[in-house]
C-alpha cells in the first residue's frame, strides 16, 4: 500500500493554477447546496403569493379560506410582522408583505408555510383579493416624463462641457437604449431556517451578504443581531442577484418558522424567482460630443436616465458608478455626466456583475465608434487618440489620479497578437465582395476600478485556526458562489503557513465566526478577505515561530515555513510537530484577522476624492458575420487580454475571464427582458428567455492574461481583482454587431442599434441604413 502523500507532495500555493476546491464534489454531484441540505422533522415548505397588479390599491384581503386549506400549517402577511416590515438594505422601502399597495406586479402579498409546495401553492390560490388599480409607470421613458424619481438626479463635471462642444469642429448627439439583464443563477433563492431555543434562529440562505440577511431578518422578527446565526457554504451562482434579494425570502422563512416553531424552506421556482428578484438597471444614455479632425473629444455630456423601480435597493451606487465609469479609459476634459435615478411599477432593480460599470462604459464607447464613423476613421485610431495619458491626462473627471495606466500599451499588445490591423482590411475586401453576409471587428478596452464605492465596505475579518496534528481550519467573511474564492483565499494561508492545500480545511461562511462581514460584491472578494487571512495566518505564525526559535536558540526572524517543515539554520522539524509543541507551550494557535482598504476616501456630496484604490484594465477585439436577411449572427474570434496583476490562480482568473466575457456578450445579444403594457414579465424561463449557449461561443476564443504587471498598490500578492472587469469585454460583440451593420450603408452611417441586439434588432438596424 502506497503512503500518504507528504503536505510538501501537494502544490497549491499563490500563483498556482490549483482547481476550484469543490471542482470534484461539482463534477460528481456532491457539493451541498441549501436544497440539498437534510431537511429536520417537521419541515415545513412555504409559498409567497403574488400581486397580479402593477401598481394598485388593495381594499379587501381575506386569508380564511387559505388557512382553512389542507396541509396548512401558518399563514402571514404584513400585520404579522413582529418587528418591521421592510428589508430594504439602504432606505426603509421595500415592504417584506404589500401593506395597502402593491407597487408592482409579483410583489408579495402574504406566505403559506404548508406540509408540502404544492399544497402551499394551492392554497395561497384561494385568497379573495380586491384591488383598485392605479395608473402604472413602466419605462424609462414615463417616468421622465412624469417627474418619477427614487433619489435626486445627479451631477458630476469638470471644465465647462457646454463651451467646449458648442466651439468644437464636429459635434455630434445621440441616444442609446441599453436592456436590462437576469441573473439566471443555477440555483435559485433559497433559505432553510431552524428555529432555535430562546428565539434563536439559525438561516441556511443562498446570499453573497450574509450578515446583512441577518441584520435584515432580525430587524424583521423584532430581535438583536444576536439572535440570528446565516451560514453559506456556497451558492449555485450569485453575479449580485444574491447581495440584497435573498433578504426578502429568508425573512419570510424565519417569520414562518417563528410563527410555527418549525423549520421552514423557501425555494422560489424559476418562474417565481425570475418574477419576484431585481435584475441588471436598464438605463437610457442621451450625449453630445464634441471633437476635432482626429476624433479627440474637446467635450461631451451625458445624461444617463436608469430604472430603479419600485424600491432603492442599491440604485443609489449602482448609478454613482455608472457615472464614474462613463470616461472608461478616455482623457475627457471638458465633461459632465447628469444621472436619474427613476421610480417605476416594476421590480426594483438591484446588484449584478459590474454593478453600474458596463453600462457607463458602453456609453462612451459607443460614442467613440461614433466619431469614427464622421470621419471616416479606424474606430481603434480615434479610441487611442483619446487614452488616458501616465503623467498628464491622467486625472479622472471626480479627481483621482490614475497611476497605473497600462491601457495603452495592453491595447497596443493585444492589436498586434490578435492582427487587428490586417484582420480590418480582410473584414473591409470581405464586405466589399459578400452582399449578403457582412463582417465586423472591433476592438475596446476596459478600465474598472475597484473597491465599493460605499467606503464602509471596504473592510473583512477573518478566522485561522491550527490544530495539534498541523491541519489548519480557515473562515473568513466572503462567499463562494462558483468565482474560486475559497481556493484563493486558502492558497493564501497555504503559502504563509509552507504547507499544502491538502491541508488547509475551509469551512462555510458564518456570521458566528466572522461576524459584520461585507458583501462578496464589487470584486473585492479576494483582495479583502485574503488580506484579513493573510493576517490572522501572520498572527499564528509568528507565535510558532517563537515557539521554535525558543526550542532551538534562535532568533525569531530566522525561522521559516516551507514544503511542510519550520527550519532554522541546521535546525528543522516539521510543521505538525511545531503545532504540537505550540499547544503544549500553551501558546494559542487560533488567531482573527482584519483587514481595511488603505487610501481610498471620497466625498459624494462633491463627486470628488479616490473611490478606488486602483483600476483593473483589460482589453477584447471581437469579430462578426451577420446574415443581413435575417439579422441573425456569430461570434467568428474573440481575443482578450486582460490584467489581474501577479495572479493568485492563473486557471481560476482566466475561467472569470470567459466566463465574464460570454456573460457580457450575453447581456448585449440575446438577454431580452420584456414587460407588457400591463407590467407583468413575459420572459419569466428559459423557454422565452435566451442566455448564451455553447453553441454562441466564439469558434476561435483565445484568452490571455496581461504578463508580469504587479499591481502597483500593495494588495494581496500584488493581484488584481478579476470578478467583474472582463464582463466589459463583452462590449467589444456589440460594437462589432455595429460594424458590421454600417457595412450595409453608406459610408459615416449611424446604425440606430439599441442592447441587446437581438436578431431582430439587428436585421431593423440593417433596414434603417440600407
Not at 433563492?189 to 450574509?210: F, K, R
Not at 418558522?257 to 428578484?277: E, F, G, H, N, S
Not at 456583475?353 to 460614442?367: K, N
Request: glycine share 10%; hydrophobic share 40%; with cysteine.
Amino acid at each position: 500500500m502506497n503512503a500518504a502523500p507528504e503536505a510538501a507532495d501537494v502544490p497549491g500555493g499563490v500563483g498556482e493554477a490549483s482547481p476550484h476546491e469543490s471542482a470534484g464534489r461539482h463534477v460528481a454531484g456532491r457539493a451541498v447546496y441549501v436544497d440539498d441540505i437534510p431537511e429536520p422533522a417537521g419541515t415545513l415548505e412555504a409559498y409567497v403569493a403574488q400581486s397580479r397588479e402593477a401598481h394598485a390599491r388593495i381594499l379587501a384581503l381575506d386569508l380564511a379560506r387559505v388557512r382553512a386549506a389542507p396541509g396548512v400549517v401558518a399563514v402571514i402577511a404584513a400585520a404579522d410582522v413582529p418587528g418591521v416590515n421592510d428589508v430594504g438594505p439602504v432606505k426603509k422601502d421595500d415592504p417584506i408583505f404589500a401593506d395597502g399597495l402593491v407597487q408592482y406586479r409579483g410583489q408579495s402579498l402574504f406566505a403559506v408555510a404548508a406540509t408540502s409546495v404544492d399544497a402551499a401553492r394551492r392554497a395561497a390560490e384561494l385568497a379573495e383579493i380586491v384591488y383598485q388599480p392605479l395608473p402604472a409607470l413602466l419605462t424609462v421613458d414615463q417616468a421622465l416624463a412624469a417627474k418619477s424619481f427614487l433619489l435626486p438626479s445627479e451631477r458630476m463635471a469638470r471644465g465647462d462641457a457646454a463651451r467646449a462642444i458648442d466651439g468644437a469642429p464636429h459635434r455630434l448627439e445621440g441616444r442609446l437604449e441599453i436592456g436590462g439583464q437576469d441573473h439566471f443563477y443555477l440555483e435559485g433563492q433559497v433559505a432553510l431556517v431552524m428555529p432555535g431555543e430562546g428565539g434563536e434562529m439559525l438561516i441556511h440562505s443562498s446570499t453573497q451578504h450574509p450578515s446583512e440577511v441577518q441584520h435584515l431578518v432580525a430587524r424583521a422578527l423584532g430581535r438583536p443581531d444576536a439572535a440570528v446565526t446565516v451560514e453559506v457554504r456556497r451558492m449555485g451562482g450569485g453575479f449580485g442577484g444574491k447581495e440584497t434579494q435573498p433578504a426578502l425570502f429568508a425573512a419570510i422563512a424565519a417569520l414562518l418558522a417563528d410563527k410555527t416553531r418549525r423549520p421552514v424552506k423557501l425555494r422560489l421556482d424559476r418562474d417565481d424567482d425570475m418574477i419576484m428578484t431585481g435584475k441588471r438597471h436598464d438605463f437610457v444614455i442621451r450625449y453630445d460630443v464634441g471633437f476635432d479632425d482626429q476624433g479627440r473629444v474637446l467635450g461631451i455630456r451625458f445624461e444617463q436616465a436608469t430604472r430603479g423601480g419600485y424600491s432603492t435597493d442599491l440604485t443609489t451606487a449602482i448609478a454613482d458608478r455608472a457615472m464614474f465609469h462613463a470616461d472608461n479609459c478616455y482623457w475627457l476634459p471638458h465633461f459632465e455626466v447628469v444621472s436619474h435615478r427613476l421610480k417605476t411599477n416594476t421590480v426594483s432593480n438591484t446588484a449584478f456583475r459590474g454593478f453600474g460599470g458596463p453600462q457607463g462604459m458602453l456609453g462612451i464607447e459607443q460614442v467613440m465608434d461614433e466619431i469614427a464613423r464622421a470621419l471616416g476613421r479606424d474606430p481603434l485610431e480615434v479610441r487611442r487618440v483619446n487614452l488616458y495619458g501616465t503623467s498628464e491626462r491622467n486625472v479622472t473627471p471626480f479627481g483621482q489620479i490614475i497611476e497605473d495606466n497600462v491601457a495603452p500599451a495592453l491595447i497596443d499588445e493585444l492589436a498586434r497578437n490578435s492582427g487587428y490591423a490586417a484582420r480590418r482590411k480582410a473584414v473591409e475586401r470581405f464586405n466589399r465582395s459578400n452582399p449578403i453576409i457582412k463582417r465586423g471587428l472591433a476592438l475596446t478596452p476596459v478600465r474598472f476600478g475597484i473597491s465599493f464605492t460605499a467606503t464602509h465596505f471596504n473592510q473583512a475579518g477573518a478566522l485561522v485556526h491550527v490544530y495539534q496534528d498541523g491541519s489548519v481550519q480557515l473562515n473568513h467573511g466572503g462567499t463562494e458562489m462558483g468565482q474560486g474564492l475559497y481556493v484563493k483565499v486558502a492558497q493564501v494561508v497555504a503559502s504563509e503557513f509552507g504547507l499544502g492545500l491538502d491541508r488547509i480545511r475551509v469551512t462555510a461562511t458564518n456570521t458566528g465566526k466572522v461576524p459584520n462581514t461585507s458583501a462578496t460584491a464589487a470584486s473585492s472578494g479576494s483582495d479583502l478577505n485574503g488580506m484579513a487571512a493573510q493576517a490572522a495566518a501572520r498572527t499564528v505564525k509568528e507565535r510558532m515561530a517563537g515557539v521554535a526559535a525558543g526550542t532551538w536558540g534562535v532568533a525569531p526572524s530566522s525561522v521559516a515555513f516551507a514544503e511542510g517543515r519550520v527550519v532554522a539554520g541546521d535546525n528543522a522539524m516539521s510543521f505538525a510537530e511545531l503545532a504540537k509543541k505550540t499547544y503544549m507551550a500553551r501558546v494559542s494557535l487560533s488567531a482573527t484577522g482584519y483587514y481595511r482598504t488603505p487610501k481610498i476616501a471620497y466625498d459624494r456630496a462633491t463627486f470628488s476624492g479616490r473611490p478606488f484604490y486602483y483600476f483593473a484594465y483589460g482589453a477584447a477585439a471581437s469579430e462578426v458575420e451577420i446574415d443581413t436577411l435575417s439579422g441573425e449572427y456569430r461570434v467568428l474570434r474573440a481575443d482578450l487580454l486582460h490584467d489581474v496583476g501577479s495572479s493568485l490562480n492563473p486557471a481560476i482568473d482566466i475561467g472569470q475571464i470567459e466566463g465574464g466575457f460570454v456573460q457580457g456578450m450575453g447581456w448585449l445579444t440575446t438577454e431580452e427582458l420584456v414587460w407588457d403594457d400591463k407590467g407583468r414579465l413575459a420572459t419569466h424561463a428559459p423557454s422565452t428567455y435566451k442566455i448564451p449557449a455553447c453553441s454562441d461561443l466564439p469558434a476561435d476564443f483565445r484568452v490571455a492574461l496581461w504578463p508580469a504587471n504587479p499591481n502597483v498598490e500593495d494588495t494581496i500578492h500584488r493581484s488584481k481583482a478579476v470578478g467583474e472587469p472582463p464582463f466589459m469585454l463583452g462590449i467589444s460583440v456589440f460594437l462589432a454587431l455595429r460594424d458590421a451593420v454600417a457595412a450595409c450603408g453608406r459610408p459615416g452611417c449611424r446604425p440606430p442599434l439599441d442592447a441587446p441586439a437581438t436578431p431582430e434588432r439587428v436585421l431593423f438596424a440593417i433596414e434603417a441604413v440600407r
